[in-house]
């Protein structure tokens, strides 16, 4: 069965980065996409970006544009999101997402998320 | 961007009765070329994951009750869940796909009455 797991929960200092990583299983890795979400305390689902584990072609969210990079390992199965020049309002449940088969941004599967905190 | 707004923002509802869930798009997210609206809905339970329940707006995903169904056109969408059962009890959150940034609606918090 498709699995997503991430890596564990981190916390950062202010100024900062994080890469937290998506480690895919139960499919061919290079057939979906995968999309990163993230969820403040409390808070609604903010998508941050995709990127194709085909030929590693990434789209992201114009907010997170020069913050956030997302790669692909095609050896491992794995994907990572790195998160640069961190803030506290960045404290948030990070999740990966595999795309469905109808349409890369239908999110099928998803990790179980990666606590990250921002604090001094 | 397009704004997802979703209503109520909290709603209880008994145990066997209906529940119905409102997501307003700020713009159509109908493709004319395909008659495919670009909305699916997804459910978050406590310290878990979303998981997904119907895209294409009213397509069932392999697996979900057909007591979940999904309907509605171009703005105006609705997730109805017949027959309320406990395990229900989550959070909805609608989400279009039509243009990036992908955007969600704010969530519904349902409970039992």
């Known amino acids: 069965q498709v699995q997503l797991v991430q890596s564990g929960a981190e916390l950062k200092k202010p100024g900062a980065s994080v890469k937290v990583s998506c480690k895919a299983s139960?499919?061919?890795?290079?057939?979906?996409?995968i999309s990163w979400m993230r969820q403040a305390p409390g808070q609604g689902l903010e998508w941050m970006g995709w990127?194709?584990?085909?030929?590693?072609?990434?789209k992201y969210a114009q907010k997170f544009l020069g913050r956030v990079t997302l790669t692909t390992d095609s050896s491992t199965g794995t994907v990572y999101m790195e998160l640069t020049y961190l803030r506290s309002d960045d404290t948030a449940v990070y999740y990966c997402?595999?795309?469905?088969?109808?349409?890369?941004?239908?999110?099928?599967?998803w990790g179980q998320g990666t606590l990250v905190t921002v604090s001094s | 961007d397009i704004v997802m707004t979703q209503s109520p923002d909290s709603l209880a509802v008994s145990l066997g009765d209906r529940a119905t869930i409102n997501c307003k798009s700020s713009?159509?997210?109908?493709?004319?070329?395909?008659?495919?609206?670009?909305l699916t809905w997804y459910q978050q339970k406590s310290g878990q994951p979303p998981k997904l329940l119907i895209y294409?707006?009213?397509t069932r995903e392999s697996g979900v009750p057909d007591r979940f169904s999904g309907s509605g056109s171009g703005t105006d969408f609705t997730l109805t869940i017949s027959g309320l059962q406990a395990e229900d009890v989550a959070i909805y959150y609608c989400?279009?796909?039509?243009?990036?940034?992908?955007?969600f609606g704010q969530g519904t918090r349902l409970e039992v009455k």
């Open positions: 997402a595999r795309a469905h088969s109808s349409s890369w941004y239908i999110f099928e599967s």
């Open positions: 139960g499919y061919t890795f290079t057939t979906y996409g």
């Open positions: 990127v194709s584990t085909h030929n590693g072609d990434t």
């Open positions: 713009q159509s997210v109908l493709y004319t070329s395909n008659n495919k609206n670009y």
């Open positions: 294409w707006a009213s």
């Open positions: 989400q279009q796909y039509y243009t990036t940034p992908i955007t």
